[in-house]
Every structure is written in C-alpha cells, then in structure tokens.
C-alpha cells in the first residue's frame, strides 16, 4: 500500500459502492493482480464486509409494542381539541369571545359588592333596606344588590334582589316574576336573560319601563 | 407500503392513537436492530428504540408525507442513539476492565466495554464477535457501516438519514471498512 498510488485505494472503495467506471474497474483489476499488497486489503475489505453483513437480524423483544402504546402520552383529547380550533377559525373566535365575556360577567358580579336600588318614586330606603310601605303600589321592576327588600304594599312587575334578602309581608302582592339570585351561576343567567331582553324587548317589557 | 403508512399517519393526526400501533408493529424490527447495533446492549437498545417511536408519535404533524417514512423514523433514532453514545462516554473507562474479568455476560457488557483481550476475542463465537466488532468501530463510522451492511441501505438514504451529505456519507463508509478491515485482520 505504501508504494501503491493513492487512487487505487479510492477504486477499491469506489468498486464496494458500486459507483466505478468500467475503465476504472479494469485498472483496479490489473493492479490487484500485479500488486499481492492491494490485493490483500482488497480481499481484507469485502472478507469485513461480509462478515459484517452475515449478522442475523435482532427481534424487538415479544411486548414491544404494547410498550410504546402505553408511553404514549394521553394527549388524545387536547390535542384532538387544538386539531379541532385549528381547522375551525371561526368557532376559535366565537370561543374567544365567549370567555372573554363571561369573565367580564364573573368580574362584574365579584367586584359589585355596592348596595344598588332601581329607582322607583314610592319606595323608601333606609340604610341597606328597601321598603314597598303598605298601600303603595309601585308601577315597574325593582331591582335590589347587596340589601334587604321588604315588601308590605304591590309592586306591578319583576322584583329581584341580588346577593340580598327579601321578605313579603302577607298584604305584598307582586304582579311579575320574583327571584332572589345568590350563586353566580343564578347570577349569570340572570345577566344572560337580561341581555336578551336588552336587545330583543318585548312588547310587555316596553310597557312596564315607561 | 407508503400509502399504507400516510394512511395511518393521517388516522394518527386525526387523533386515533390506535393507528399508530400498525406503524410500530411494521417498523419496531427494524428500528430496534439499528438501536441494538449502535448502543450494544438490549436494555439501552429498547428504551431508545421506545423513546423513538414516542417521539414520532408526538410530532407526526412535522413528518412530510411525499418524503420516506423510515428514513424520517431512523433519523429520530440514530440521534437518540448518537446522544445516548456521547452521554455515556465518560464513564465508560471506568469499568473498561471489568469484562476481561468476567465472561459471564460479555454479550451485554461489549459494545460498552470497548477493547477485550486477544484471546477472548478469539473465544467468541461468530455473531458475537460481528457484534463486538461493530461496537468498537468509533460512532461515526459505526451508524453509517450499520445502515450499509445491516440495513443495507443506499448511500443516499443514508445521508438523508443522517442529514450529511452523499461525500461525507462515502468517506464514512469508506473509513469504516477501513476500521474493520484492520480490525478483524485475517480471520
């Protein structure tokens, strides 16, 4: 090898990868006859060769699969969820809105911790107690945050009272729905139909906020 | 067989992970034998080799489907392997001697141990001694030999495997056959 130029040690490699001129072929063949040294790192090369290539193909072991099955992470449903908003814009954007409308509601129910009353002419409030007195009637809704409502006369509409309580004397006549709203699951429907009828008012709720 | 494959690919990305069982149980021979090649013993060989198909499974979404699967899944763990190779190396002198002291489990020991004396070699039978010798090829000769003569791979693919380039994959293989020529000398 060490008196034999370099490039027949190139052909020996070019002729194992199988990319070698048929002229080339034909200089390797004559040095290696002419030269026992190349020929013997010839022989060495494809003898390593195919020793290695005699290996017998390795197995996975027998619970191979089910092994991997089960280091898959358990990421189905999310991932099925982002797949999902991905191939959806829209209905990622209606999502968005949602919760962002809902933590506005949330925040506005934690944070309204104010007494609040709707005004109406005949009531009287004392401290954080609203009273109907007996014999008035109060012609609309009344809406009550944070306090006491007390009901001796009629009111002719809906009475709620939010976070709050609310007593009816046996004389108290309420002509609408009447709700006491605690949880903010109760608040939020509340907010809910209230939105609703804000923008689809009814003929009836038209009369009675006049 | 690579329609087969983008068809269950495309169960996967829809999100039944059942699918895949199918991609695992056509590929896991395979993929096992090129971990068990590189690292030398079966424990480490079937960790990387599940570490491998989790990975795929986890960025399937990055595979392009008009390129070749395997060569995409070999790729994930020739490099799990080629990490596992370098993390180890420190530590592998340290217990270099311990196999020339203990034949009992050479089997597992060889690819880690490196060097064993002359006569051992000499002891072992044939396939034991075509695993011996391709551990101690240095790893870089050793992924390309491996992909050539026991996958027995194109030169291209290997390169795409590897993501080397087609002349850095032949001057590999041909210091690799280099190595083992010297290395097994005449048997």
């Known amino acids: ?210 | 067989m690579d329609d087969v494959i983008n068809k269950r690919i495309n169960e996967v990305l829809k999100g039944d992970q059942n699918a895949f069982e199918e991609i695992v149980t056509l590929f896991q021979h395979r993929l096992y034998q090129v971990c068990y090649r590189m690292l030398g013993n079966a424990q480490e060989s079937e960790d990387i080799a599940q570490e491998a198909f989790v990975r795929a499974y986890i960025n399937i979404h990055t595979f392009d489907q008009k390129r070749k699967f395997s060569t995409w899944l070999f790729r994930i763990a020739t490099n799990l392997c080629i990490d596992r190779i370098r993390k180890k190396k420190p530590d592998y002198y340290l217990d270099a001697n311990v196999p020339g002291t203990d034949g009992l489990n050479m089997y597992s020991q060889i690819a880690a141990s490196g060097e064993l004396p002359e006569e051992e070699v000499e002891r072992m039978e044939m396939q034991e001694r075509i695993h011996y010798e391709i551990g101690r090829l240095p790893e870089k000769y050793r992924s390309v030999i491996i992909l050539r003569y026991i996958e027995e791979l194109p030169l291209q693919e290997i390169g795409d495997i590897l993501e080397l380039p087609l002349g850095t994959v032949k001057t590999r293989v041909h210091r690799g056959r280099e190595a083992l020529r010297k290395q097994i000398g005449n048997m």
């Open chain 1, 1 to 210: 090898m060490n008196t034999c130029p370099e490039q027949i040690v190139h052909l020996m490699h070019a002729y194992l990868d199988g990319d070698i001129s048929r002229d080339e072929e034909r200089e390797l063949k004559a040095h290696l006859e002419s030269c026992p040294e190349c020929k013997e790192i010839m022989n060495g090369l494809t003898e390593s060769i195919a020793f290695i290539g005699s290996a017998t193909p390795i197995k996975a072991p027998e619970n191979f699969v089910d092994s991997v099955m089960t280091r898959l992470p358990k990421e189905k449903s999310q991932a099925n969820a982002q797949r999902w908003l991905r191939r959806h814009p829209l209905f990622a954007a209606a999502a968005m809105f949602l919760i962002l409308m809902s933590a506005s509601l949330f925040s506005s129910y934690g944070n309204d911790q104010q007494f609040s009353v709707t005004k109406q002419p005949n009531l009287i409030v004392e401290g954080q107690t609203v009273l109907v007195p007996a014999g008035e009637t109060i012609k609309g809704d009344i809406v009550v945050k944070n306090g006491t409502l007390r009901i001796d006369g009629e009111v002719d509409g809906d009475v709620t009272v939010i976070r709050g309580s609310k007593y009816m004397a046996s004389t108290a006549i309420v002509t609408g729905t009447s709700e006491e709203i605690d949880e903010v699951f109760d608040w939020l429907w509340y907010k809910m139909k209230q939105t609703v009828k804000d923008i689809f008012p009814s003929s009836n709720d038209d009369k009675l906020d006049e």
